[in-house]
């Protein structure tokens, strides 16, 4: 039976599979401010950690493309805000569902305490909200099924009349390839050479021999070797391409069976929407305010406010050939009303996006920016931040400055008192007797601040 080419169309998924270059940085320090908003160091090791036990390899600088991946997100994050999307009660009650369980599964920890816990549940809120934001783009910007079909043309033609069944074997060396060519050419048994020494480890042990397969899903060099070959014929010399020379041998060839266009719509259409929707983030990402905390050089510094333009465009308008005569401008949903006007900024944001910071803060910030690695930079933040009842962003900083010093009395003291201002009492006490073991008179003062009836 033959394949189906295009029922195996690549659906992207939007959380953390969109990659864009990394900005020019020798820098590999974690922690970053995307438009005004922290990511912290522990979501970014999260991240890393996660990689490194699936076995994947990041490179030589293996945090530039974590880092980027986290960036596009956290703006994709801030876009579904903008959109009132955070408020949508079916997104809501997916975050909160994963968050409880994300909680369930580290036995009831306290996230507020625990920087890996709370980077999962950060991690899980900005993936649920992309993927809402992406859904809200996809039923705002439908796709006429003229468009499809043009695509699904274009799709056959790139795919070609023929699929091909090779069979190949991968050296590093040309020399090696050479050789090979020439043992085979006195009768040498291809399978078993390539079993031998192909270091193309998915299809070694069966010989060489790969998938049916149309020339597209091979390196272009691969694919003009393959077609010009007949049947049974190899290739005279070493075909090279970025994973190293290959001896290719054509083992058949057939007409290509594509599907009718009504079976595989759907799927180019998601397709379409992916990249139709990649094209905006991509815009979102090159003007985004991004600083990376231990790189003083950088034209952006954490103290440059975030500003939004005169007239931001929304998700909802971006497709104008595919919407109707009249641009959208606001994000809806079946039986609601509108979430949000387009040009009003974040809600979380809205200090960074519509007043400038105080004198305070963008002194602490760019004392954090000079030194990112300093506990005591983090905690000179934290306090401003505490100073000006901002106590989510206070409690940031004090435990990024007690995860650089655990016996930091000052940032234990105010991480207490953020916890306090929120009413989260349990975390005030626990504050105080991690304090009392190695500051007791510190602990005191505390203790008749936070805990006295």
């Given at each position: 039976m033959h394949r189906n080419i295009l029922l195996h169309i690549?659906?992207?998924?939007?959380?953390?599979?969109?990659?864009?270059?990394?900005?020019?940085?020798?820098?590999?320090?974690?922690?970053?401010?995307?438009?005004?908003?922290?990511?912290?160091?522990?979501?970014?090791d999260l991240i890393m950690e996660t990689l490194a036990n699936k076995g994947q390899s990041q490179g030589q600088e293996p945090d530039r493309g974590v880092r980027e991946n986290l960036i596009v997100l956290e703006l994709i994050s801030q876009h579904a805000i903008r959109e009132g999307l955070d408020k949508n009660p079916q997104t809501k009650n997916q975050i909160d569902s994963v968050t409880q369980k994300i909680i369930s599964h580290a036995n009831g920890a306290n996230p507020n305490s625990n920087p890996r816990l709370r980077a999962q549940i950060d991690l899980a809120r900005e993936q649920i909200l992309a993927h809402a934001l992406q859904f809200a783009y996809a039923k705002a910007n439908p796709i006429k099924d003229d468009v499809l079909y043009a695509d699904y043309k274009r799709m056959k033609s790139e795919l070609g009349n023929n699929e091909y069944l090779v069979q190949h074997i991968l050296v590093a060396k040309e020399d090696d390839a050479r050789a090979i060519i020439a043992d085979l050419k006195k009768g040498g048994d291809f399978e078993k050479i390539a079993k031998e020494k192909s270091?193309?480890?998915?299809?070694?042990?069966?010989?060489?021999?790969?998938?049916w397969a149309t020339p597209v899903s091979y390196d272009?060099?691969?694919?003009?070797?393959?077609?010009?070959?007949?049947?049974?014929?190899t290739t005279d010399n070493p075909v090279k391409s970025p994973f190293g020379y290959h001896v290719i041998r054509l083992i058949d060839i057939r007409p290509l069976e594509a599907p009718p266009f009504e079976q595989v719509k759907d799927r180019i259409r998601k397709a379409r929407e992916q990249e139709d929707f990649g094209q905006i983030v991509k815009k979102w990402r090159s003007s985004a305010n991004v600083q990376i905390l231990n790189d003083p050089n950088s034209t952006l510094t954490p103290s440059t406010p975030f500003v939004a333009k005169a007239k931001p465009e929304s998700v909802t308008s971006q497709n104008k050939t595919q919407t109707t005569d009249t641009e959208r401008s606001v994000l809806t949903t079946p039986g609601s009303q509108k979430l949000v006007e387009t040009n009003k900024p974040t809600p979380d944001l809205a200090t960074t996006v519509t007043h400038s910071k105080s004198s305070a803060l963008s002194a602490a910030e760019e004392k954090l920016a000079e030194n990112p690695d300093k506990a005591g930079s983090w905690q000179k933040l934290g306090a401003v931040y505490l100073e000006e009842k901002n106590y989510f962003k206070a409690i940031t900083a004090f435990d990024e400055a007690i995860k650089r010093n655990q016996k930091y009395g000052d940032a234990i003291?105010?991480?207490?008192?953020?916890?306090?201002?929120?009413?989260?009492?349990?975390?005030?006490?626990?504050?105080?007797?991690?304090l009392k073991k190695f500051d007791a008179p510190l602990a005191a003062n505390y203790f008749k601040e936070f805990l006295l009836p």
């Open positions: 690549p659906i992207l998924i939007v959380c953390l599979t969109f990659y864009f270059p990394a900005v020019a940085d020798q820098s590999t320090t974690k922690a970053l401010i995307v438009n005004g908003v922290l990511i912290p160091s522990a979501r970014i270091i193309d480890t998915g299809s070694r042990d069966k010989g060489g021999k790969l998938d272009k060099a691969f694919s003009d070797a393959m077609v010009n070959l007949k049947k049974g014929e003291y105010g991480l207490g008192a953020a916890y306090n201002a929120i009413g989260n009492k349990d975390k005030v006490r626990e504050l105080y007797f991690t």
